[in-house]
């Protein structure tokens, strides 16, 4: 019988939905093995030894909904987004937390986020449209983009929305252009880049000039574009925004980036612009397996307004409103992918595949960036491991892999097997390559399943084709 090892980071608030915990084994780190299964949010085993989370049997769920599904724990999407209102309320500062609508962006979530009184970031037309249908109230909307297109300022122009990420001064004449013609005042937060890049647990202050995002802090052009904004009679500047980077396990990155982006804010506000707004963006991390090991949010936030504060009082300035862009840590771990398992060969002193119904189309993390995660078999949850076997997907390329090193009972056609982990970036990234459709999506909580999102079907992927036309 395997260890159930419960989510010991995850810590909700008070208030928040609890989740329903099995009884716990004792999960000391160190006597976690390989093939353990980490319960989080309302995940269970259920007494058939099956795989529940929100209530719902999963393999019941593969069978209604089909594979490969994207299930997300309603719950546990709510608790997260609790858990940074809480951070913020003990800082006492002003605060607004938009969600980086890109690392799972579909009407329902858009929905959810704004219940749970989050603001909504989009970085295209598609995904502003989507909050807007969503009925986000426009106010509540932010655009972020380093090449908006004409067409997708006009758009959040005409819509009312709260503000407009400011990325390069091409995009600076370009949407005073737009507002002006609007015949309304826009406002903007200008992007700093400000030299400092943090992935995981570690962060890099010099040598991140090199990005495609933001008006550069070392070289001067950020100082240089608030000093123009002056002369762009359709923009209102009221902040700044930064973003260092994405799977960051501790706030050191956050502490440097508020320094330098202060320094600036504080010229803003000598030149005087309206400025109200600190946006230090997003990036939080999550526990994709038993390695990572980020901070609680709690203390992320926490170190975030102490370093505001001092910035703020070092330089003589009144308080801002602090925004971040939370978006993996949202929806990250609340998401679970749903295979059934085919076909596999052994290659005997060489590796066993096994290979499942999606792949690369439905998780491009693997092939992307050789993101790790952490599986199980939903209909055998409490079957031991026999063995280590590397999961494939059903593409024709040889990148197409999910798991390199699943340690799972000898798996058989039917089974089906559960990724982890697999909220942020897989649906939001899915493609069609081979003519696969995309996956249904459904909301579990409370016993009930809600499809958000409809599985597509090979007639959908022929929607938009056209035949040749000859003579
Ligand atoms: C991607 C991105 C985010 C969200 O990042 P996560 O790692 O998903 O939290 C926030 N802000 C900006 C500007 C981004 O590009």
């Known amino acids: 019988m395997r260890t159930q090892t419960q989510e010991q980071e995850w810590t909700a608030p008070a208030g928040a939905p609890q989740a329903q915990h099995p009884s716990r084994a004792p999960a000391e780190d160190a006597t976690r093995a390989a093939g353990e299964i980490r319960l989080r949010g309302t995940m269970r085993i259920g007494p058939e030894g099956h795989l529940w989370i929100g209530g719902c049997d999963t393999v019941d769920l593969a069978r209604r909904f089909g594979t490969p599904l994207f299930v997300y724990d309603e719950a546990l999407i709510r608790a997260q987004i609790r858990a ?32 749970e009184g989050l603001a909504v970031d989009a970085v295209s037309g598609g995904e502003l449209l989507t909050a807007l249908r969503a009925g986000v109230e426009p106010r509540r909307i932010h655009l972020h983009g380093n090449n908006k297109s004409q067409a997708e300022l006009e758009l959040a122009v005409r819509s009312g929305i709260g503000y407009i990420i400011v990325d390069n001064f091409v995009e600076l004449e370009m949407l005073d252009a737009v507002a002006r013609d609007a015949g309304v005042t826009v406002d903007v937060l200008l992007r700093v ?17 090199d990005s495609k995002f933001g008006f550069d802090w070392e070289n001067g052009q950020a100082r240089e574009a608030i000093r123009r904004l002056g002369a762009h009679l359709g923009l209102r500047c009221i902040g700044l925004h930064s973003h260092i980077g994405s799977q960051i396990f501790d706030a050191a990155g956050f502490v440097t980036a508020i320094e330098r982006v202060t320094e600036l804010y504080a010229e803003g506000v000598a030149l005087g612009l309206p400025f109200r707004v600190l946006n230090v963006g997003g990036g939080f991390g999550i526990r994709y397996t038993a390695e990572d090991d980020p901070e609680p949010i709690r203390r992320q936030i926490h170190t975030i307004a102490d370093a505001v504060r001092s910035a703020f009082s070092a330089s003589g300035l009144p308080l801002p409103e602090v925004a971040v862009e939370p978006g993996r840590s949202i929806v990250g771990e609340a998401g679970t992918t749903l295979y059934t398992v085919g076909t596999h060969k052994v290659i005997p002193g060489v590796r066993n595949y096994v290979s499942v119904d999606g792949g690369m189309t439905d998780n491009p993390r693997l092939a992307l960036y050789g993101a790790r995660y952490e599986a199980a078999l939903a209909n055998r949850v409490n079957e031991a491991p026999d063995g280590v076997w590397a999961v494939a997907g059903k593409c024709c390329e040889s990148g197409d892999m999910l798991i390199w090193d699943a340690s799972l009972p000898d798996p058989r056609p039917g089974d089906v097997l559960a990724v982890f982990c697999t909220g942020a970036y897989n649906y939001s990234m899915a493609s069609h390559y081979n003519r696969n459709p995309n996956p249904a999506v459904v909301f579990v909580r409370d016993g009930e399943a809600t499809v958000v999102v409809e599985r597509e079907t090979w007639e959908d992927l022929l929607r938009l084709d056209r035949p040749l036309r000859r003579g």
Do not use: D, N, W
């Open 84 to 115: 940074f209102h809480e951070a913020f309320r003990e800082t006492g500062l002003a605060y607004e937390i938009a969600y980086a609508a890109k690392a799972f962006c579909t009407v329902a979530m858009c929905q959810l986020a704004a219940e």
């Open 193 to 209: 880049a400000p030299g400092v890049e943090a992935h995981t647990h570690e962060y890099i202050s010099t040598g991140q000039q």
